[in-house]
Protein backbone atom coordinates (compact mmCIF):
# COMPACT_ATOMS: atom_id res chain seq x y z
CA UNK A 1 0.00 0.00 0.00
CA UNK A 2 3.03 2.63 0.81
CA UNK A 3 4.52 2.04 -2.27
CA UNK A 4 0.99 2.73 -4.43
CA UNK A 5 0.70 5.88 -2.28
CA UNK A 6 4.67 6.53 -3.10
CA UNK A 7 4.54 5.84 -6.67
CA UNK A 8 1.05 7.79 -6.99
CA UNK A 9 2.92 10.79 -5.43
CA UNK A 10 5.56 10.44 -7.45
CA UNK A 11 3.73 10.56 -10.82
CA UNK A 12 1.29 13.68 -9.12
CA UNK A 13 4.87 15.18 -9.23
CA UNK A 14 6.24 14.87 -12.42
CA UNK A 15 2.74 15.66 -13.79
CA UNK A 16 2.99 18.92 -12.21
CA UNK A 17 6.20 19.66 -13.38
CA UNK A 18 5.02 18.83 -17.08
CA UNK A 19 2.06 21.16 -16.27
CA UNK A 20 4.18 24.46 -15.28
CA UNK A 21 6.61 23.81 -18.34
CA UNK A 22 4.99 25.20 -21.86
CA UNK A 23 5.29 22.77 -24.73
CA UNK A 24 8.30 25.39 -26.15
CA UNK A 25 10.20 25.39 -22.95
CA UNK A 26 10.68 21.58 -22.84
CA UNK A 27 11.29 21.08 -26.04
CA UNK A 28 13.16 24.37 -27.16
CA UNK A 29 11.12 26.37 -30.01
CA UNK A 30 12.35 26.95 -33.49
CA UNK A 31 13.00 30.91 -34.36
CA UNK A 32 9.84 30.36 -36.87
CA UNK A 33 7.55 29.84 -33.55
CA UNK A 34 9.22 32.33 -31.67
CA UNK A 35 8.11 35.08 -34.98
CA UNK A 36 4.80 33.71 -35.13
CA UNK A 37 4.22 34.22 -31.45
CA UNK A 38 4.97 37.38 -31.66
CA UNK A 39 3.39 38.17 -35.13
CA UNK A 40 0.27 37.48 -33.34
CA UNK A 41 0.56 39.67 -29.97
CA UNK A 42 1.14 42.46 -32.21
CA UNK A 43 -1.59 42.10 -34.26
CA UNK A 44 -3.95 41.12 -31.38
CA UNK A 45 -2.71 44.01 -29.48
CA UNK A 46 -3.17 46.58 -32.84
CA UNK A 47 -6.79 45.59 -32.67
CA UNK A 48 -7.23 45.77 -28.73
CA UNK A 49 -7.41 49.39 -28.10
CA UNK A 50 -7.55 49.21 -24.46
CA UNK A 51 -4.56 47.12 -24.18
CA UNK A 52 -2.79 48.89 -27.07
CA UNK A 53 -2.57 52.49 -24.66
CA UNK A 54 0.22 50.54 -22.51
CA UNK A 55 3.44 51.46 -23.88
CA UNK A 56 4.87 48.31 -21.93
CA UNK A 57 2.51 46.04 -24.20
CA UNK A 58 4.56 47.10 -26.93
CA UNK A 59 7.90 47.38 -25.81
CA UNK A 60 7.70 43.11 -24.22
CA UNK A 61 6.19 42.38 -28.31
CA UNK A 62 9.37 44.33 -29.33
CA UNK A 63 11.91 42.63 -27.48
CA UNK A 64 10.14 39.44 -28.68
CA UNK A 65 11.27 40.09 -32.24
CA UNK A 66 14.85 41.57 -31.17
CA UNK A 67 15.47 38.28 -29.66
CA UNK A 68 13.91 36.14 -32.77
CA UNK A 69 16.05 38.20 -34.85
CA UNK A 70 19.42 37.66 -32.87
CA UNK A 71 18.94 33.72 -32.70
CA UNK A 72 19.68 34.06 -36.66
CA UNK A 73 20.92 37.51 -37.83
CA UNK A 74 20.66 36.81 -41.84
CA UNK A 75 18.31 33.72 -41.74
CA UNK A 76 15.02 33.95 -43.46
CA UNK A 77 12.94 35.44 -39.99
CA UNK A 78 15.86 38.41 -39.53
CA UNK A 79 14.39 41.02 -41.36
CA UNK A 80 10.79 40.31 -40.93
CA UNK A 81 11.88 40.73 -37.04
CA UNK A 82 13.65 43.96 -37.80
CA UNK A 83 10.38 45.09 -40.20
CA UNK A 84 8.08 44.51 -37.28
CA UNK A 85 10.55 45.95 -34.69
CA UNK A 86 9.98 49.39 -36.46
CA UNK A 87 6.19 48.57 -37.17
CA UNK A 88 6.10 48.48 -33.00
CA UNK A 89 7.76 52.13 -32.92
CA UNK A 90 5.86 53.44 -35.70
CA UNK A 91 2.28 52.05 -33.62
CA UNK A 92 3.56 53.17 -29.74
CA UNK A 93 4.93 56.74 -31.84
CA UNK A 94 1.48 56.86 -33.07
CA UNK A 95 0.25 56.41 -29.71
CA UNK A 96 2.33 58.33 -27.43
CA UNK A 97 3.37 61.17 -29.92
CA UNK A 98 6.77 60.84 -29.04
CA UNK A 99 9.44 61.95 -31.58
CA UNK A 100 11.86 59.48 -30.30
CA UNK A 101 9.58 56.18 -30.86
CA UNK A 102 9.44 57.56 -34.67
CA UNK A 103 12.78 58.25 -34.81
CA UNK A 104 13.49 54.83 -33.29
CA UNK A 105 11.25 53.20 -36.15
CA UNK A 106 13.29 54.65 -38.59
CA UNK A 107 16.85 53.46 -37.24
CA UNK A 108 15.23 50.02 -37.50
CA UNK A 109 13.63 50.55 -40.79
CA UNK A 110 16.67 51.87 -42.08
CA UNK A 111 18.87 48.47 -40.49
CA UNK A 112 16.30 46.18 -42.59
CA UNK A 113 16.83 48.57 -45.33
CA UNK A 114 21.12 48.15 -45.15
CA UNK A 115 21.10 44.87 -44.55
CA UNK A 116 18.57 42.83 -46.74
CA UNK A 117 18.45 45.55 -49.43
CA UNK A 118 17.00 42.83 -51.94
CA UNK A 119 14.40 41.46 -49.54
CA UNK A 120 10.38 40.89 -51.10
CA UNK A 121 9.90 43.82 -47.44
CA UNK A 122 12.28 46.07 -47.64
CA UNK A 123 10.37 48.54 -50.13
CA UNK A 124 7.41 48.18 -47.41
CA UNK A 125 10.53 49.56 -44.98
CA UNK A 126 11.42 52.15 -47.68
CA UNK A 127 7.95 53.26 -47.56
CA UNK A 128 7.03 53.37 -44.04
CA UNK A 129 10.28 55.41 -43.06
CA UNK A 130 9.79 57.85 -45.56
CA UNK A 131 6.02 58.45 -44.91
CA UNK A 132 7.28 58.60 -40.66
CA UNK A 133 10.02 61.49 -42.23
CA UNK A 134 7.42 63.13 -44.22
CA UNK A 135 4.32 63.19 -41.49
CA UNK A 136 6.02 62.90 -37.93
CA UNK A 137 9.68 64.26 -38.25
CA UNK A 138 9.19 66.70 -40.80
CA UNK A 139 12.19 65.62 -43.00
CA UNK A 140 10.46 65.87 -46.36
CA UNK A 141 14.05 66.15 -48.37
CA UNK A 142 14.47 62.58 -47.03
CA UNK A 143 10.87 61.45 -47.22
CA UNK A 144 11.65 62.73 -51.05
CA UNK A 145 14.53 60.91 -51.27
CA UNK A 146 12.74 57.63 -49.77
CA UNK A 147 9.72 57.68 -52.48
CA UNK A 148 12.61 58.15 -55.07
CA UNK A 149 14.69 55.11 -54.34
CA UNK A 150 11.29 53.09 -54.38
CA UNK A 151 11.12 54.51 -57.93
CA UNK A 152 14.15 54.15 -59.26
CA UNK A 153 15.77 50.81 -57.54
CA UNK A 154 12.11 48.90 -56.78
CA UNK A 155 9.95 49.37 -59.93
CA UNK A 156 8.02 46.03 -59.68
CA UNK A 157 7.48 46.04 -56.03
CA UNK A 158 3.67 46.48 -54.79
CA UNK A 159 5.01 50.10 -52.64
CA UNK A 160 6.12 51.29 -56.77
CA UNK A 161 2.12 52.98 -57.54
CA UNK A 162 2.43 54.64 -53.88
CA UNK A 163 6.08 55.97 -54.23
CA UNK A 164 4.96 57.14 -57.59
CA UNK A 165 1.85 58.99 -56.38
CA UNK A 166 3.37 60.37 -53.57
CA UNK A 167 6.57 61.75 -55.46
CA UNK A 168 3.95 63.40 -57.59
CA UNK A 169 1.87 64.98 -54.60
CA UNK A 170 5.27 66.48 -53.32
CA UNK A 171 5.89 67.45 -56.72
CA UNK A 172 2.73 69.50 -56.99
CA UNK A 173 3.10 71.07 -53.44
CA UNK A 174 6.67 72.68 -54.28
CA UNK A 175 8.54 70.70 -51.94
CA UNK A 176 10.85 69.04 -54.47
CA UNK A 177 11.11 71.19 -57.31
CA UNK A 178 14.45 71.24 -58.08
CA UNK A 179 14.56 67.34 -57.95
CA UNK A 180 11.31 67.09 -60.77
CA UNK A 181 13.52 66.15 -63.40
CA UNK A 182 15.11 63.19 -61.82
CA UNK A 183 11.59 61.44 -60.76
CA UNK A 184 11.02 60.70 -64.69
CA UNK A 185 14.38 59.00 -65.25
CA UNK A 186 14.23 55.30 -65.94
CA UNK A 187 15.48 53.18 -63.21
CA UNK A 188 19.05 51.64 -63.08
CA UNK A 189 19.97 49.21 -65.69
CA UNK A 190 18.56 50.89 -68.31
CA UNK A 191 19.49 52.56 -71.17
CA UNK A 192 19.61 56.34 -69.75
CA UNK A 193 20.47 59.71 -71.10
CA UNK A 194 22.21 62.52 -69.07
CA UNK A 195 21.01 65.81 -69.19
CA UNK A 196 23.63 68.42 -68.11
CA UNK A 197 23.19 71.95 -67.05
CA UNK A 198 26.65 72.76 -67.26
CA UNK A 199 28.13 75.42 -69.63
CA UNK A 200 27.29 74.55 -73.28
CA UNK A 201 29.97 73.48 -75.61
CA UNK A 202 30.22 75.60 -79.09
CA UNK A 203 28.99 73.86 -81.79
CA UNK A 204 30.87 71.40 -83.58
CA UNK A 205 33.43 71.51 -80.78
CA UNK A 206 34.19 67.79 -79.55
CA UNK A 207 34.93 66.53 -75.74
CA UNK A 208 38.46 64.61 -75.00
CA UNK A 209 38.17 61.28 -72.52
CA UNK A 210 41.57 61.73 -71.34
CA UNK A 211 42.12 58.83 -68.55
CA UNK A 212 40.08 55.62 -67.37
CA UNK A 213 41.50 54.86 -63.98
CA UNK A 214 40.67 52.25 -61.12
CA UNK A 215 40.94 51.20 -57.62
CA UNK A 216 39.31 47.42 -56.88
CA UNK A 217 39.17 44.69 -54.65
CA UNK A 218 37.28 41.11 -54.82
CA UNK A 219 34.05 42.93 -53.83
CA UNK A 220 34.34 46.20 -54.29
CA UNK A 221 35.49 48.29 -57.71
CA UNK A 222 34.99 52.08 -58.28
CA UNK A 223 36.02 52.90 -62.19
CA UNK A 224 36.43 56.57 -62.56
CA UNK A 225 36.34 58.27 -66.62
CA UNK A 226 38.16 61.62 -66.85
CA UNK A 227 36.80 63.90 -69.73
CA UNK A 228 38.33 67.88 -70.15
CA UNK A 229 34.85 69.04 -70.28
CA UNK A 230 30.93 67.86 -69.27
CA UNK A 231 29.44 65.72 -72.33
CA UNK A 232 26.00 63.60 -72.37
CA UNK A 233 26.26 60.09 -71.66
CA UNK A 234 24.68 56.61 -72.14
CA UNK A 235 25.24 53.39 -70.49
CA UNK A 236 23.13 49.89 -70.99
CA UNK A 237 23.70 46.76 -69.04
CA UNK A 238 24.38 43.64 -71.04
CA UNK A 239 23.15 39.94 -70.09
CA UNK A 240 25.81 37.26 -70.04
CA UNK A 241 25.93 35.54 -73.16
CA UNK A 242 26.96 31.51 -72.25
CA UNK A 243 27.29 30.43 -75.38
CA UNK A 244 29.77 33.23 -76.42
CA UNK A 245 31.73 32.91 -73.21
CA UNK A 246 30.30 36.74 -72.64
CA UNK A 247 29.99 37.65 -69.26
CA UNK A 248 28.19 40.69 -67.71
CA UNK A 249 29.04 43.96 -69.71
CA UNK A 250 28.19 47.28 -68.76
CA UNK A 251 28.76 50.15 -71.46
CA UNK A 252 28.79 53.86 -71.43
CA UNK A 253 28.91 55.71 -74.50
CA UNK A 254 30.15 59.24 -74.27
CA UNK A 255 28.73 61.83 -76.66
CA UNK A 256 30.40 63.91 -78.49
CA UNK A 257 33.33 62.65 -77.40
CA UNK A 258 36.85 61.47 -79.17
CA UNK A 259 39.39 59.23 -77.06
CA UNK A 260 42.45 60.37 -75.52
CA UNK A 261 45.78 59.39 -76.81
CA UNK A 262 46.99 58.12 -73.57
CA UNK A 263 43.79 56.37 -72.82
CA UNK A 264 44.70 52.48 -72.81
CA UNK A 265 42.25 50.70 -75.33
CA UNK A 266 42.24 47.50 -73.12
CA UNK A 267 42.94 47.49 -69.31
CA UNK A 268 43.08 43.81 -68.02
CA UNK A 269 42.48 43.68 -64.35
CA UNK A 270 42.64 40.80 -62.01
CA UNK A 271 40.64 41.43 -59.15
CA UNK A 272 37.25 39.67 -58.06
CA UNK A 273 34.98 41.83 -59.90
CA UNK A 274 36.39 43.20 -63.21
CA UNK A 275 37.92 41.10 -66.40
CA UNK A 276 38.95 43.79 -67.67
CA UNK A 277 37.82 47.94 -68.87
CA UNK A 278 37.95 48.35 -73.28
CA UNK A 279 37.79 51.86 -74.84
CA UNK A 280 37.13 52.24 -78.47
CA UNK A 281 35.65 55.05 -80.91
CA UNK A 282 32.99 53.74 -81.56
CA UNK A 283 31.89 56.39 -84.72
CA UNK A 284 33.38 59.74 -85.23
CA UNK A 285 31.17 61.61 -82.55
CA UNK A 286 30.96 58.83 -79.78
CA UNK A 287 33.36 57.09 -77.38
CA UNK A 288 32.43 53.79 -76.00
CA UNK A 289 33.96 52.41 -72.77
CA UNK A 290 33.24 48.53 -71.80
CA UNK A 291 33.32 47.15 -68.51
CA UNK A 292 33.74 43.29 -68.37
CA UNK A 293 32.42 41.64 -65.10
CA UNK A 294 33.62 38.52 -63.26
CA UNK A 295 30.67 38.67 -61.09
CA UNK A 296 28.47 41.63 -60.20
CA UNK A 297 25.29 42.36 -57.73
CA UNK A 298 25.08 46.22 -58.53
CA UNK A 299 26.37 48.88 -59.56
CA UNK A 300 25.92 52.58 -59.71
CA UNK A 301 26.75 55.64 -62.47
CA UNK A 302 27.20 59.19 -61.01
CA UNK A 303 29.20 62.40 -62.15
CA UNK A 304 31.25 64.49 -60.54
CA UNK A 305 32.56 67.92 -62.03
CA UNK A 306 35.59 70.35 -62.39
CA UNK A 307 36.99 68.61 -63.77
CA UNK A 308 33.86 66.45 -65.14
CA UNK A 309 34.64 62.64 -64.76
CA UNK A 310 31.78 59.72 -64.40
CA UNK A 311 32.24 57.26 -61.63
CA UNK A 312 31.20 53.96 -61.76
CA UNK A 313 30.75 52.03 -58.64
CA UNK A 314 29.91 48.23 -58.66
CA UNK A 315 29.79 45.61 -56.08
CA UNK A 316 29.89 41.99 -55.12
CA UNK A 317 30.07 39.77 -52.22
CA UNK A 318 32.80 39.21 -50.43
CA UNK A 319 33.67 35.73 -52.07
CA UNK A 320 34.15 37.70 -55.41
CA UNK A 321 30.31 35.96 -56.69
CA UNK A 322 27.29 37.62 -57.53
CA UNK A 323 24.55 37.82 -59.78
CA UNK A 324 22.96 41.44 -60.82
CA UNK A 325 19.35 41.03 -59.71
CA UNK A 326 16.20 43.12 -59.58
CA UNK A 327 14.42 44.06 -56.43
CA UNK A 328 12.82 40.40 -55.53
CA UNK A 329 9.06 41.98 -55.34
CA UNK A 330 6.46 40.00 -52.42
CA UNK A 331 5.22 36.79 -54.90
CA UNK A 332 9.65 36.77 -55.26
CA UNK A 333 11.64 33.93 -53.45
CA UNK A 334 14.30 34.48 -50.90
CA UNK A 335 17.91 34.33 -52.49
CA UNK A 336 19.88 33.09 -49.64
CA UNK A 337 19.12 30.28 -47.03
CA UNK A 338 18.47 30.79 -43.86
CA UNK A 339 21.47 29.52 -41.41
CA UNK A 340 20.77 26.64 -39.39
CA UNK A 341 20.37 28.21 -35.43
CA UNK A 342 23.51 27.81 -33.33
CA UNK A 343 22.64 28.79 -29.39
CA UNK A 344 25.42 31.35 -28.46
CA UNK A 345 27.66 30.41 -25.98
CA UNK A 346 27.40 33.87 -24.40
CA UNK A 347 26.29 37.33 -24.79
CA UNK A 348 29.53 38.84 -25.67
CA UNK A 349 30.25 36.30 -28.53
CA UNK A 350 26.54 36.64 -29.79
CA UNK A 351 27.24 40.83 -29.76
CA UNK A 352 30.06 40.33 -31.51
CA UNK A 353 28.83 38.05 -34.43
CA UNK A 354 25.56 40.45 -34.76
CA UNK A 355 28.15 43.60 -34.98
CA UNK A 356 29.75 41.68 -37.81
CA UNK A 357 26.68 40.90 -39.80
CA UNK A 358 25.54 44.23 -39.19
CA UNK A 359 28.92 45.62 -40.63
CA UNK A 360 29.13 47.54 -37.48
CA UNK A 361 32.61 46.59 -36.11
CA UNK A 362 35.37 48.81 -35.57
CA UNK A 363 38.97 47.59 -36.16
CA UNK A 364 40.23 49.87 -38.61
CA UNK A 365 39.85 53.43 -39.42
CA UNK A 366 41.11 55.87 -42.42
CA UNK A 367 42.27 58.67 -41.91
CA UNK A 368 41.67 61.53 -44.59
CA UNK A 369 43.92 64.82 -44.37
CA UNK A 370 41.63 66.76 -47.09
CA UNK A 371 43.35 68.63 -50.14
CA UNK A 372 47.41 68.44 -50.63
CA UNK A 373 49.99 68.68 -53.60
CA UNK A 374 48.54 71.33 -56.47
CA UNK A 375 45.21 71.69 -54.19
CA UNK A 376 46.15 73.79 -50.83
CA UNK A 377 42.88 74.05 -49.71
CA UNK A 378 41.68 77.05 -47.31
CA UNK A 379 44.53 79.78 -46.45
CA UNK A 380 44.55 82.40 -44.66
CA UNK A 381 47.10 84.61 -42.15
CA UNK A 382 49.95 82.54 -43.60
CA UNK A 383 48.14 79.13 -42.77
CA UNK A 384 47.54 76.75 -46.19
CA UNK A 385 44.73 74.01 -45.02
CA UNK A 386 46.65 71.56 -46.78
CA UNK A 387 49.50 71.67 -43.92
CA UNK A 388 47.44 71.90 -41.28
CA UNK A 389 44.90 68.92 -42.07
CA UNK A 390 48.23 66.14 -42.58
CA UNK A 391 49.97 67.82 -39.42
CA UNK A 392 46.80 66.71 -37.54
CA UNK A 393 45.87 63.51 -39.36
CA UNK A 394 49.51 62.14 -38.18
CA UNK A 395 48.66 63.31 -34.46
CA UNK A 396 44.93 61.76 -34.57
CA UNK A 397 46.25 58.69 -35.81
CA UNK A 398 48.91 58.39 -33.29
CA UNK A 399 46.47 58.69 -29.97
CA UNK A 400 43.94 56.44 -32.49
CA UNK A 401 46.38 53.81 -32.52
CA UNK A 402 47.52 54.01 -29.00
CA UNK A 403 43.45 53.60 -28.35
CA UNK A 404 43.87 50.10 -30.43
CA UNK A 405 42.96 50.94 -33.88
CA UNK A 406 44.42 50.14 -36.81
CA UNK A 407 44.92 53.06 -38.48
CA UNK A 408 44.78 53.75 -42.57
CA UNK A 409 45.73 57.10 -44.50
CA UNK A 410 44.34 58.78 -47.92
CA UNK A 411 47.80 60.20 -47.95
CA UNK A 412 50.84 60.80 -45.74
CA UNK A 413 52.95 63.24 -47.70
CA UNK A 414 51.85 66.57 -49.53
CA UNK A 415 50.41 64.67 -52.45
CA UNK A 416 47.15 65.64 -54.37
CA UNK A 417 44.41 62.87 -54.44
CA UNK A 418 41.33 63.56 -56.47
CA UNK A 419 38.07 63.21 -54.34
CA UNK A 420 36.64 60.14 -55.54
CA UNK A 421 39.77 57.89 -54.74
CA UNK A 422 39.47 58.74 -51.35
CA UNK A 423 36.44 57.08 -50.28
CA UNK A 424 37.28 54.45 -52.86
CA UNK A 425 40.64 53.68 -50.97
CA UNK A 426 38.53 53.05 -47.90
CA UNK A 427 36.23 51.03 -49.49
CA UNK A 428 39.16 48.59 -50.88
CA UNK A 429 40.69 49.13 -47.72
CA UNK A 430 37.82 47.71 -46.12
CA UNK A 431 38.12 50.34 -43.39
CA UNK A 432 34.97 50.32 -40.82
CA UNK A 433 35.46 53.78 -40.38
CA UNK A 434 36.11 57.27 -42.15
CA UNK A 435 37.20 60.65 -41.13
CA UNK A 436 38.09 63.59 -43.51
CA UNK A 437 39.95 66.18 -41.81
CA UNK A 438 39.42 70.05 -42.83
CA UNK A 439 39.54 73.73 -42.20
CA UNK A 440 36.74 75.91 -42.86
CA UNK A 441 36.81 79.31 -44.85
CA UNK A 442 34.67 82.24 -44.70
CA UNK A 443 34.22 85.70 -47.07
CA UNK A 444 33.85 87.25 -42.78
CA UNK A 445 36.85 87.23 -40.69
CA UNK A 446 34.70 86.97 -37.87
CA UNK A 447 33.08 83.54 -38.33
CA UNK A 448 34.64 80.69 -36.33
CA UNK A 449 33.69 78.05 -34.64
CA UNK A 450 34.06 73.64 -34.99
CA UNK A 451 31.65 72.00 -37.07
CA UNK A 452 31.33 68.36 -38.25
CA UNK A 453 29.74 66.80 -41.53
CA UNK A 454 27.77 64.02 -42.57
CA UNK A 455 26.58 62.85 -46.13
CA UNK A 456 23.18 64.45 -47.19
CA UNK A 457 21.46 66.64 -48.73
CA UNK A 458 22.46 70.47 -47.51
CA UNK A 459 19.85 71.74 -45.26
CA UNK A 460 20.82 75.32 -45.17
CA UNK A 461 23.00 77.98 -46.95
CA UNK A 462 26.26 77.38 -44.72
CA UNK A 463 26.05 74.08 -45.45
CA UNK A 464 25.88 74.29 -49.04
CA UNK A 465 28.48 76.87 -48.80
CA UNK A 466 30.97 74.47 -47.21
CA UNK A 467 29.94 71.55 -49.76
CA UNK A 468 30.91 73.64 -52.50
CA UNK A 469 33.87 74.60 -51.15
CA UNK A 470 35.05 71.51 -50.94
CA UNK A 471 33.95 70.05 -54.06
CA UNK A 472 35.18 72.98 -56.20
CA UNK A 473 32.19 73.78 -57.85
CA UNK A 474 29.61 76.68 -57.30
CA UNK A 475 27.01 77.09 -54.86
CA UNK A 476 24.27 77.05 -57.83
CA UNK A 477 25.79 72.91 -58.81
CA UNK A 478 25.08 71.83 -55.21
CA UNK A 479 20.85 71.47 -56.05
CA UNK A 480 22.20 69.39 -58.90
CA UNK A 481 24.27 66.90 -57.05
CA UNK A 482 21.14 66.60 -54.48
CA UNK A 483 19.88 64.87 -57.22
CA UNK A 484 22.32 62.47 -57.81
CA UNK A 485 22.70 62.27 -53.83
CA UNK A 486 19.37 60.95 -54.15
CA UNK A 487 20.09 57.35 -55.28
CA UNK A 488 23.33 56.94 -53.42
CA UNK A 489 21.54 57.22 -50.05
CA UNK A 490 20.27 53.66 -50.00
CA UNK A 491 23.32 51.99 -49.15
CA UNK A 492 25.08 54.71 -47.29
CA UNK A 493 25.18 54.20 -43.70
CA UNK A 494 23.77 57.89 -42.96
CA UNK A 495 22.10 57.05 -39.59
CA UNK A 496 25.22 55.54 -38.42
CA UNK A 497 27.20 58.64 -39.89
CA UNK A 498 25.28 60.84 -38.03
CA UNK A 499 25.75 59.19 -34.67
CA UNK A 500 29.50 59.22 -35.10
CA UNK A 501 29.27 62.77 -36.04
CA UNK A 502 27.25 63.74 -33.10
CA UNK A 503 29.56 61.88 -30.74
CA UNK A 504 33.00 63.21 -32.07
CA UNK A 505 31.70 66.39 -32.69
CA UNK A 506 30.55 66.71 -28.55
CA UNK A 507 33.30 65.40 -27.12
CA UNK A 508 35.88 67.49 -29.00
CA UNK A 509 34.17 70.80 -28.21
CA UNK A 510 33.91 69.36 -24.42
CA UNK A 511 37.70 69.28 -24.44
CA UNK A 512 38.28 72.23 -26.07
CA UNK A 513 36.10 74.40 -23.95
CA UNK A 514 38.06 73.35 -20.89
CA UNK A 515 40.93 75.94 -22.17
CA UNK A 516 39.39 77.88 -25.20
CA UNK A 517 36.33 79.85 -25.76
CA UNK A 518 34.88 77.95 -28.90
CA UNK A 519 32.18 78.51 -31.10
CA UNK A 520 29.45 75.77 -31.54
CA UNK A 521 29.16 75.48 -35.48
CA UNK A 522 27.25 72.32 -35.04
CA UNK A 523 26.58 68.80 -36.59
CA UNK A 524 25.59 69.60 -39.99
CA UNK A 525 24.97 67.58 -43.61
CA UNK A 526 25.72 68.50 -46.71
CA UNK A 527 26.53 66.54 -49.98
CA UNK A 528 30.18 65.82 -49.94
CA UNK A 529 31.80 64.40 -53.30
CA UNK A 530 34.82 62.69 -50.62
CA UNK A 531 32.26 61.19 -49.10
CA UNK A 532 30.21 59.82 -51.47
CA UNK A 533 29.56 55.77 -52.10
CA UNK A 534 31.73 54.85 -48.41
CA UNK A 535 30.51 51.69 -47.63
CA UNK A 536 31.23 52.78 -43.55
CA UNK A 537 30.22 55.33 -41.21
CA UNK A 538 31.77 58.47 -42.68
CA UNK A 539 32.11 62.34 -41.37
CA UNK A 540 34.23 65.20 -42.29
CA UNK A 541 35.72 67.33 -39.74
CA UNK A 542 35.80 70.87 -40.20
CA UNK A 543 38.73 71.78 -37.57
CA UNK A 544 38.35 76.03 -37.49
CA UNK A 545 38.37 78.79 -39.50
CA UNK A 546 41.95 80.06 -41.13
CA UNK A 547 39.90 83.50 -42.26
CA UNK A 548 39.81 83.84 -38.44
CA UNK A 549 42.88 85.71 -37.06
CA UNK A 550 42.54 84.16 -33.77
CA UNK A 551 41.56 80.59 -34.39
CA UNK A 552 44.23 80.15 -37.65
CA UNK A 553 46.77 81.16 -34.85
CA UNK A 554 45.08 78.19 -32.39
CA UNK A 555 45.26 75.62 -35.50
CA UNK A 556 48.90 76.37 -35.93
CA UNK A 557 49.61 74.64 -32.11
CA UNK A 558 50.01 71.40 -31.53
CA UNK A 559 48.63 71.69 -27.63
CA UNK A 560 45.09 72.87 -29.78
CA UNK A 561 45.38 69.88 -32.66
CA UNK A 562 46.00 67.35 -29.81
CA UNK A 563 43.63 68.42 -27.57
CA UNK A 564 40.96 68.57 -30.53
CA UNK A 565 42.14 64.66 -31.56
CA UNK A 566 41.52 63.77 -27.82
CA UNK A 567 37.97 64.25 -28.14
CA UNK A 568 37.46 62.39 -31.69
CA UNK A 569 39.49 59.33 -30.38
CA UNK A 570 37.06 60.13 -27.05
CA UNK A 571 33.84 60.52 -29.37
CA UNK A 572 35.40 56.97 -31.37
CA UNK A 573 35.58 55.07 -28.43
CA UNK A 574 32.14 56.26 -27.00
CA UNK A 575 30.31 55.51 -30.51
CA UNK A 576 31.89 52.07 -30.45
CA UNK A 577 30.26 51.25 -27.17
CA UNK A 578 26.79 52.55 -28.09
CA UNK A 579 26.99 49.63 -31.00
CA UNK A 580 28.06 47.32 -28.76
CA UNK A 581 25.95 47.70 -25.96
CA UNK A 582 23.03 48.09 -29.09
CA UNK A 583 24.15 44.86 -30.10
CA UNK A 584 23.83 43.15 -26.64
CA UNK A 585 20.49 44.24 -26.12
Known amino acids: MSTCIANFVMAACVACLLVSVTPNEAFGSSIKDDFTIAWKQFHALDKNPKRAKYRSNWIKIGKKFIRTFKRSPRGSYAPKSLYYVGRVYEELGNRSGLRKDFQTAVDYYGRMISTFPRHRWTDDCIYRRGEIQRRRLGNKDLAYSDFLTIVHKYPKADMYKKARARLDSMDRSGVAKTRKKTRTSKPSGTIVSAKSSARKKKPGSMTRLQAVRYTSSKSYTRVVLDMDEQTRYRYQLLNPNQSANRPHRLYIDLEETLIGRDVHKKIVIADGILRGIRSAQKDRR????????????????????????????????????????????????????????????????????????????????????????????????????????????????????????????????????????????????????????????????????????????????????????????????????QVILTDLMLNSKMKESRDLATDIHSNSLTRLRKRWSVRDQGVREAPFYVLMGAKMPSVLVELGYLTNRTEASRLKSDKYLSTIADGIVQGVLQYKKEIERYASI
Do not use: W
Not at 326 to 341: H, Q
Not at 455 to 479: D, W
Open 286 to 481: TTRVVLDFNSMQEYKIFPLENPFRLVIDVQANENGKGTVTASATKGGRAKSKPEKYKPPKGSKKMAGELLEQLGLTFRTIMIDPGHGGKDPGAHGHGVQEKDINLKFAKILAKKLKRAGFNVLYTRKTDKFIPLEERTAMANVNKADMFISVHCNAHKSSRIHGLETYTLNLARNRNAVRVAARENAVSPKRISDL
